[in-house]
C-alpha cells in the first residue's frame, strides 16, 4: 500500500538509537515506474522503541509533564531518547506512556459479573485496572457494568446509594466531569429497583425493561412475573397476586389473564373450578350464574339441571316453581304442563276425571248442564220425548220429530217406518200411526195405502189402521197426457211436442225426414226445446242458419227456445241466411259448420284481421275488421359501442317514418348503412338501409319486431417511411393500408446514419416493426390519415487502445497528441464496447472534439505522439527537472511521489 506525504528525501540516512530497538522505512520518490530520479537516492529515517521500564524522552521528562497519546508514534524527533520510569510509575516499554496514578474500587453493592478495579493517572486520566494503553472516555464503554437481578445499574457514584459525585455512567462510560482523587478510593454502584408489573433480569438497562403479560403479576425490585392466583385475572403490568377477583359465576386457574363463566348447572363466587356448587334438583343455572333459580312452574328438574324447564310436566300434569317432580291436574279440570292444580275447568257438557289433559263430551242420552263434572254419569238422563247427542247440556236437548219417537235417556231419534207417522215428542212406538206418503193412495178396497194408478197423480193423504173410507183418497186424474203409475204430482203428467226441420236435412232426436223429432214435456211446466248439436240435432239447410222454433213453416224470426204445454201440439224450424262483412278488406260467405257461419275475408296490403274468420253458432251475421299493422322497431350494433338511435321504435304499416342517422361507433370503421331483419322480402337482410330511406313497410305482421343492424366499413390510411433525422439515403415506398388488415414491413433501401448501425426495423409509436415482418396493422384508427415509421438505429460500438485517442466527430481513433497521453478507452478483450452516443463516453474539449482518455502531461511536461501513460510525460531539454527543481512547489509534485508502509 502506499500513501502519499509531503516531505523531500535527501541523500543523507539519518539513525539513532538509545535504551531500544532500531526500525527503518523506505521514502521512495519517483517511484512510478520503479527506478529513482536520475542522480538521486531516497533517504531512510529511523523510529525508536523502548524496551520495558523506560519510556520515549519525546513524550516528556517527568511523570507530571507527560502529555502523550499511548500508542502513537506522531510528533518524534530525531533527538528523542528511551528515559528511565519516575518514580511511583509504572512504564511498559515500546512508545507507551508511564501509568501514574491511584487504584480505585469499584464497589458493585450486591451486583456481579463487572469490572472490580480502575485507577486515575495523576494526569487525571483513567485507565482500566488490567491495562494501561487503554484510557476510558465519555465515548467508549471501556469497563464491564455490574448485574444484578430485579434492579437496573445507575453508575458509580462516590458515596453509597447513589450519592455524591457521579464517576462512572450507567454505560461503563466515564461520567462527563469525574472528580480529580489524591489517593486510593472506593465508589459505589447505584441500584434501581424494577418497577412494580415489571421485571428486570440481571443486566437490564431500564426499571420497565420487561413488562408482566396478562395473568402475570410482579413487585418492586422482580427479576420475573408470577401467576396471578386462582380465582383472579390481571392484565398486562399487575402489581399484585389477585388484581381483580372474578367474580359471581366466574372462575380462573392460576395464571389467567380473564375469567371464565362457571358451567351451566353449577354456581358459585370468585371460584377456582368450572363447577364449585352444583344446583338442587328443582333448580337450575345458566354459565357464569353466581346462584341457582327455582325451575318454571309447569316444569320439574333434577340435580344441575341447566335450564329454566329441564323436563316439562305434560298433558294432565302441573307444577309450581322449584318443582322435582310433576302432580295430576284434578278432577273436572284439564291442561298441558299446568302451574296449577285446576289450570281449567271443563266446560258444560263434559267431564274429566284426575289427570285429563282435555275434558271429554258427555255420553248420548246424558247432559251436563254445569262446570267442572267429575264422571261419565255427567247430570243425568236425556228426558223421553227429546234427544241427547253427545255432549248435550240439557236434559231436552232436542225435540223428537214428526215421524220418530224418542224413550229415556235417546242419544238419537228413532223412525216410525213405513207408512206409520207420529207427531212431536213422541215417547214410545205405540205413538206412531199410518198415513199414504206421495205416490200412494187411501184405497177404499183394502183400508190401506196404494201405488198411485197410471195417468194418475198421488200427492200423499193420512188416517190410521182404524180408518174406514168408501171412497179412494189422495189420487188425481192427468188433465191431458199420461202419467206412469206412483206419480207424485201434476207436473209427473207428460205431454209430446213435435219437431218439424221446415225444409233442412239431417237428424234430430233420432230420427229423419221432415220430421226433427218429438219432445215430452211436463203438462204445464216450461219445456225446453232442443238446440242445434253436432251429435244429436245435426240438421242443415244451405248457407242458412237454424234460428228457434216456431208454430209456423212460414216464419222467418221470432220463434221460442221453451214451451209450457198443456196438450200436443207441433213447432217448426226457423232458418235465416248467413251475411258476411269487412272493413278495410272484401270477404265471401261460405257454408256452415256446425251452425256456425264462416267468411273468407281478406285484408288490402299492411292489414290484418282482428279476430278469427267465423262467427257465432246460430248468428247469421258475421262483422269483421282489418286492422293496419303495427310493428317495432329495434337497433344492433353491428360489432360497434354506443347507444342507439332514440327513434323511431315503433312504425304503423306506410305512416312514412325514416330510418335514423347512425349513432354508434366502431373505432378503425365508418357506418355504410343499416342491415334490416326479421321482416317480409323488403326486409331479409340482402339489401343495405340508408339513413332517411322509408322504413315503414317492412313489416305485415302485427307486433312483429324488425332489427335494423348497423353495418361497418373499414377505414383506410396511408403508411411512409423515413430514414430518421441525421440520417441520408431513400425510405421505401409507402402503402395504402386497412383497418385491420396486415401488410409486410418494408426492407431498407439506402437509409443510414453516420455512427449508427440500422437494426433492420423501422420505429412508430415506440413500437418496433421488423423488416421483412407481416406485422403492420392498425397503426391508426382514423380515416384517410398517414403514419411515417422512421428507420431505427442503434449506436456503433466503439473503442481506443491505449496511446489512441477518439475522435468522435469522425467517429475514428486517432494517434494520441504531443504533450497528451492517452490510457486503453471503452476496449474490452480487444474489441470495441461503448455505445458510440452513450452517456460520459466522450466530451468536447475547446475546439476540439475527443474522447475523455485524451489527458494532458502535468506541469511543464511534454510527450510523444502515442503516449500512453504519465510516465511517457518528460522534461525538455531546456527546462528539465535537475534544473528547476528548486522553483517547484511540494504541492505540485504529491500527486507522483508515494511511500511504501
Same mark, same amino acid.
Given at each position: 500500500?502506499?500513501?502519499?506525504?509531503?516531505? %523531500?528525501?535527501?541523500?543523507?540516512?539519518?539513525?539513532?538509537?538509545?535504551?531500544?530497538?532500531?526500525?527503518?522505512?523506505?521514502?521512495?520518490?519517483?517511484?512510478?515506474?520503479?527506478?529513482?530520479?536520475?542522480?538521486?537516492?531516497?533517504?531512510?529515517? #529511523?523510529?525508536?522503541?523502548?524496551?520495558?521500564?523506560?519510556?520515549?524522552?519525546?513524550?516528556?521528562?517527568?511523570?507530571?509533564?507527560?502529555?502523550?497519546?499511548?500508542?502513537?508514534?506522531?510528533?518524534?524527533?530525531?533527538?528523542?531518547?528511551?528515559?528511565?520510569?519516575?518514580?511511583?510509575?509504572?512504564?511498559?516499554?515500546?512508545?507507551?506512556?508511564?501509568?501514574?496514578?491511584?487504584?480505585?474500587?469499584?464497589?458493585?453493592?450486591?451486583? +456481579?459479573?463487572?469490572?472490580?478495579?480502575?485507577? @486515575?493517572?495523576?494526569?487525571?486520566?483513567?485507565?482500566?485496572?488490567?491495562?494501561?494503553?487503554?484510557?476510558?472516555?465519555?465515548?467508549?464503554?471501556?469497563?464491564?457494568?455490574?448485574?444484578?437481578?430485579?434492579?437496573?445499574?445507575?453508575?458509580?457514584?462516590?458515596?453509597?446509594?447513589?450519592?455524591?459525585?457521579?464517576?462512572?455512567?450507567?454505560?461503563?462510560?466515564?461520567?462527563?466531569?469525574?472528580?480529580?482523587?489524591?489517593?486510593?478510593?472506593?465508589?459505589?454502584?447505584?441500584?434501581?429497583?424494577?418497577?412494580?408489573?415489571?421485571?428486570?433480569?440481571?443486566?437490564?438497562?431500564?426499571?420497565?425493561?420487561?413488562?408482566?403479560?396478562?395473568?402475570?403479576?410482579?413487585?418492586?425490585?422482580?427479576?420475573?412475573?408470577?401467576?396471578?392466583? =386462582?380465582?383472579?385475572?390481571?392484565?398486562?403490568?399487575?402489581?399484585?397476586?389477585?388484581?381483580?377477583?372474578?367474580?359471581?359465576?366466574?372462575?380462573?386457574?392460576?395464571?389467567?389473564?380473564?375469567?371464565?363463566?362457571?358451567?351451566?348447572?353449577?354456581?358459585g363466587t370468585s371460584g377456582t373450578q368450572e363447577c364449585p356448587n352444583e344446583c338442587s334438583a328443582g333448580t337450575y343455572s345458566q354459565a357464569g350464574w353466581a346462584s341457582c333459580q327455582n325451575v318454571d312452574a309447569g316444569c320439574m328438574g333434577a340435580a344441575k339441571a341447566t335450564t329454566s324447564?329441564?323436563?316439562?310436566?305434560?298433558?294432565?300434569?302441573?307444577?309450581?316453581?322449584?318443582?322435582?317432580?310433576?302432580?295430576?291436574?284434578?278432577?273436572?279440570?284439564?291442561?298441558?304442563?299446568?302451574?296449577?292444580?285446576?289450570?281449567?275447568?271443563?266446560? =258444560?257438557?263434559?267431564?274429566?276425571?284426575?289427570?285429563?289433559?282435555?275434558?271429554?263430551?258427555?255420553?248420548?242420552?246424558?247432559?251436563?248442564?254445569?262446570?267442572?263434572?267429575?264422571?261419565?254419569?255427567?247430570?243425568?238422563?236425556?228426558?223421553?220425548?227429546?234427544?241427547?247427542?253427545?255432549?248435550?247440556?240439557?236434559?231436552? @236437548?232436542?225435540?223428537?220429530?214428526?215421524?220418530?219417537?224418542?224413550?229415556?235417556?235417546?242419544?238419537?231419534?228413532?223412525?216410525?217406518?213405513?207408512?206409520?207417522?207420529?207427531?212431536?215428542?213422541?215417547?214410545?212406538?205405540?205413538?206412531?200411526?199410518?198415513?199414504?206418503?206421495?205416490?200412494?193412495?187411501?184405497?177404499?178396497?183394502?183400508?190401506?195405502?196404494?201405488?198411485?194408478?197410471?195417468?194418475?197423480?198421488?200427492?200423499?193423504?193420512?188416517?190410521?189402521?182404524?180408518?174406514?173410507?168408501?171412497?179412494?183418497?189422495?189420487?188425481?186424474?192427468?188433465?191431458?197426457?199420461?202419467?206412469?203409475?206412483?206419480?207424485?204430482?201434476?207436473?209427473?203428467?207428460?205431454?209430446?211436442?213435435?219437431?218439424?226441420?221446415?225444409?233442412?236435412?239431417?237428424?234430430?232426436?233420432?230420427?229423419?225426414?221432415?220430421?226433427?223429432? +218429438?219432445?215430452?214435456?211436463?203438462?204445464?211446466?216450461?219445456?225446453?226445446?232442443?238446440?242445434?248439436?253436432?251429435?244429436?240435432?245435426? %240438421?242443415?239447410?244451405?248457407?242458412?242458419?237454424? @234460428?228457434?222454433?216456431?208454430?209456423?213453416?212460414?216464419?222467418?224470426?221470432?220463434?221460442?227456445?221453451?214451451?209450457?204445454?198443456?196438450?200436443?201440439?207441433?213447432?217448426?224450424?226457423?232458418?235465416?241466411?248467413?251475411?258476411?262483412?269487412?272493413?278495410?278488406?272484401?270477404?265471401?260467405?261460405?257454408?256452415?259448420?256446425?251452425?256456425?257461419p264462416k267468411c273468407n275475408v281478406t285484408c288490402n296490403d299492411g292489414y290484418q284481421v282482428s279476430g278469427p274468420k267465423t262467427g257465432e253458432a246460430g248468428k247469421t251475421t258475421v262483422s269483421y275488421t282489418c286492422s293496419v299493422v303495427n310493428y317495432n322497431i329495434k337497433y344492433a350494433n353491428?360489432?360497434?359501442?354506443?347507444?342507439?338511435?332514440?327513434?323511431?321504435?315503433?312504425?304503423?304499416?306506410?305512416?312514412?317514418?325514416?330510418?335514423?342517422?347512425?349513432?354508434?361507433?366502431?373505432?378503425?370503421?365508418?357506418?355504410?348503412?343499416?342491415?334490416?331483419?326479421?321482416?317480409?322480402?323488403?326486409?331479409?337482410?340482402?339489401?343495405?338501409?340508408?339513413?332517411?330511406?322509408?322504413?315503414?313497410?317492412?313489416?305485415?305482421?302485427?307486433?312483429?319486431?324488425?332489427?335494423?343492424?348497423?353495418?361497418?366499413?373499414?377505414?383506410?390510411?396511408?403508411?411512409?417511411?423515413?430514414?430518421?433525422?441525421?440520417?441520408?439515403?431513400?425510405?421505401?415506398?409507402?402503402?395504402?393500408?386497412?383497418?385491420?388488415?396486415?401488410?409486410?414491413?418494408?426492407?431498407?433501401?439506402?437509409?443510414?446514419?453516420?455512427?449508427?448501425?440500422?437494426?433492420?426495423?423501422?420505429?412508430?409509436?415506440?413500437?418496433?416493426?421488423?423488416?421483412?415482418?407481416?406485422?403492420?396493422?392498425?397503426?391508426?384508427?382514423?380515416?384517410?390519415?398517414?403514419?411515417?415509421?422512421?428507420?431505427?438505429?442503434?449506436?456503433?460500438? #466503439?473503442?481506443?487502445?491505449?496511446?489512441?485517442? %477518439?475522435?468522435?466527430?469522425?467517429?475514428?481513433?486517432?494517434?494520441?497528441?504531443?504533450?497528451?497521453?492517452?490510457?486503453?478507452?471503452?476496449?474490452?478483450?480487444?474489441?470495441?464496447?461503448?455505445?458510440?452516443?452513450?452517456?460520459?463516453?466522450?466530451?468536447?474539449?475547446?475546439?476540439?472534439?475527443?474522447?475523455?482518455?485524451?489527458?494532458?502531461?502535468?506541469?511543464?511536461?511534454?510527450?510523444?505522439?502515442?503516449?500512453?501513460?504519465?510516465?511517457?510525460?518528460?522534461?525538455?531539454?531546456?527546462?528539465?527537472?535537475?534544473?528547476?527543481?528548486?522553483? %517547484?512547489?511540494?504541492?505540485?509534485?504529491?500527486?507522483?511521489?508515494? #511511500?511504501? @508502509?
Open positions: 500500500m502506499y500513501k502519499k506525504i509531503a516531505v %523531500f528525501c535527501r541523500k543523507n540516512l539519518v539513525s539513532h538509537v538509545r535504551n531500544g530497538l532500531l526500525a527503518a522505512i523506505a521514502i521512495f520518490m519517483f517511484c512510478v515506474s520503479g527506478a529513482n530520479a536520475a542522480g538521486y537516492t531516497c533517504d531512510t529515517k #529511523v523510529y525508536v522503541e523502548c524496551k520495558s521500564g523506560y519510556y520515549l524522552s519525546g513524550y516528556g521528562s517527568s511523570a507530571s509533564s507527560l502529555t502523550c497519546s499511548n500508542g502513537t508514534e506522531g510528533g518524534i524527533t530525531e533527538s528523542a531518547s528511551c528515559l528511565a520510569c519516575p518514580t511511583g510509575c509504572t512504564c511498559s516499554g515500546g512508545t507507551k506512556c508511564p501509568l501514574c496514578g491511584y487504584k480505585i474500587t469499584l464497589d458493585m453493592q450486591s451486583g +456481579s459479573g463487572g469490572t472490580t478495579m480502575i485507577y @486515575q493517572h495523576n494526569n487525571g486520566n483513567y485507565y482500566k485496572e488490567d491495562t494501561y494503553t487503554n484510557q476510558i472516555t465519555s465515548s467508549v464503554n471501556a469497563i464491564t457494568p455490574p448485574r444484578r437481578a430485579g434492579y437496573v445499574f445507575g453508575g458509580y457514584y462516590t458515596k453509597e446509594s447513589g450519592a455524591g459525585t457521579l464517576v462512572i455512567t450507567s454505560t461503563g462510560n466515564l461520567a462527563s466531569n469525574p472528580p480529580n482523587f489524591t489517593a486510593a478510593a472506593t465508589v459505589y454502584a447505584k441500584w434501581s429497583a424494577c418497577t412494580a408489573g415489571y421485571y428486570c433480569p440481571a443486566g437490564s438497562t431500564s426499571v420497565t425493561q420487561n413488562e408482566c403479560s396478562a395473568g402475570t403479576y410482579s413487585q418492586a425490585g422482580w427479576s420475573s412475573c408470577q401467576n396471578v392466583s =386462582a380465582g383472579c385475572m390481571g392484565a398486562a403490568k399487575a402489581t399484585t397476586s389477585c388484581p381483580t377477583a372474578c367474580g359471581g359465576g366466574k372462575w380462573s386457574a392460576a395464571g389467567s389473564a380473564s375469567c371464565k363463566e362457571i358451567k351451566a348447572g353449577c354456581y324447564c329441564p323436563t316439562a310436566c305434560g298433558d294432565g300434569k302441573w307444577s309450581a316453581a322449584g318443582s322435582a317432580s310433576c302432580s295430576q291436574i284434578k278432577a273436572g279440570c284439564y291442561g298441558t304442563s299446568g302451574t296449577q292444580e285446576c289450570p281449567n275447568q271443563c266446560e =258444560a257438557g263434559t267431564y274429566s276425571t284426575a289427570g285429563a289433559s282435555k275434558c271429554t263430551d258427555c255420553p248420548g242420552g246424558t247432559y251436563g248442564s254445569t262446570k267442572g263434572l267429575t264422571s261419565e254419569a255427567c247430570s243425568g238422563n236425556c228426558t223421553a220425548g227429546y234427544y241427547c247427542p253427545a255432549g248435550s247440556t240439557s236434559a231436552t @236437548q232436542n225435540s223428537c220429530t214428526v215421524g220418530n219417537y224418542c224413550p229415556e235417556k235417546s242419544a238419537s231419534q228413532a223412525a216410525c217406518g213405513g207408512d206409520l207417522t207420529s207427531n212431536a215428542n213422541a215417547k214410545a212406538k205405540t205413538e206412531c200411526y199410518l198415513t199414504c206418503s206421495a205416490g200412494k193412495y187411501l184405497a177404499k178396497s183394502s183400508n190401506s195405502c196404494a201405488t198411485c194408478l197410471a195417468d194418475h197423480y198421488c200427492t200423499g193423504t193420512g188416517g190410521n189402521l182404524k180408518y174406514s173410507t168408501t171412497a179412494d183418497q189422495g189420487i188425481t186424474k192427468c188433465p191431458h197426457g199420461s202419467s206412469a203409475a206412483g206419480s207424485k204430482k201434476e207436473s209427473d203428467c207428460k205431454v209430446v211436442v213435435t219437431l218439424n226441420k221446415n225444409g233442412g236435412s239431417g237428424t234430430c232426436g233420432g230420427q229423419s225426414g221432415t220430421t226433427a223429432g +218429438s219432445v215430452t214435456c211436463s203438462y204445464n211446466v216450461e219445456c225446453a226445446l232442443p238446440t242445434w248439436n253436432a251429435s244429436t240435432c245435426n %240438421f242443415t239447410n244451405g248457407n242458412e242458419i237454424f @234460428q228457434n222454433w216456431g208454430t209456423s213453416s212460414l216464419a222467418m224470426s221470432g220463434g221460442v227456445t221453451k214451451i209450457t204445454a198443456t196438450d200436443s201440439t207441433t213447432l217448426y224450424a226457423i232458418w235465416n241466411d248467413t251475411v258476411c262483412s269487412v272493413e278495410n278488406g272484401t270477404s265471401a260467405v261460405q257454408t256452415p259448420t256446425n251452425n256456425t353491428g360489432g360497434g359501442t354506443g347507444n342507439a338511435p332514440a327513434s323511431p321504435t315503433k312504425c304503423t304499416y306506410g305512416d312514412g317514418k325514416k330510418a335514423p342517422a347512425n349513432t354508434y361507433k366502431k373505432t378503425g370503421y365508418h357506418f355504410n348503412g343499416w342491415k334490416c331483419t326479421g321482416g317480409t322480402s323488403a326486409c331479409d337482410g340482402d339489401d343495405i338501409i340508408a339513413a332517411e330511406a322509408d322504413i315503414s313497410k317492412l313489416s305485415v305482421t302485427d307486433g312483429s319486431t324488425i332489427t335494423l343492424t348497423a353495418t361497418w366499413a373499414a377505414n383506410t390510411y396511408t403508411v411512409k417511411y423515413s430514414c430518421g433525422e441525421g440520417a441520408t439515403g431513400t425510405p421505401p415506398n409507402g402503402i395504402s393500408a386497412e383497418y385491420d388488415k396486415s401488410y409486410v414491413v418494408a426492407s431498407n433501401k439506402s437509409c443510414s446514419k453516420k455512427g449508427f448501425k440500422f437494426l433492420d426495423s423501422w420505429k412508430y409509436n415506440n413500437t418496433n416493426y421488423v423488416s421483412g415482418e407481416k406485422t403492420i396493422k392498425n397503426l391508426t384508427a382514423e380515416n384517410g390519415a398517414t403514419v411515417t415509421l422512421t428507420a431505427n438505429y442503434e449506436p456503433s460500438k #466503439v473503442g481506443c487502445s491505449a496511446g489512441k485517442m %477518439f475522435d468522435y466527430a469522425n467517429v475514428e481513433c486517432i494517434s494520441c497528441k504531443s504533450g497528451y497521453y492517452c490510457a486503453e478507452w471503452c476496449m474490452k478483450d480487444g474489441q470495441p464496447n461503448c455505445d458510440y452516443n452513450q452517456s460520459g463516453i466522450y466530451a468536447n474539449i475547446g475546439d476540439n472534439k475527443y474522447s475523455k482518455n485524451f489527458t494532458g502531461c502535468p506541469l511543464k511536461t511534454t510527450s510523444d505522439v502515442g503516449a500512453k501513460t504519465i510516465t511517457m510525460c518528460y522534461f525538455d531539454g531546456k527546462n528539465n527537472f535537475k534544473d528547476n527543481i528548486g522553483s %517547484f512547489k511540494i504541492e505540485n509534485i504529491k500527486s507522483y511521489v508515494y #511511500v511504501k @508502509q
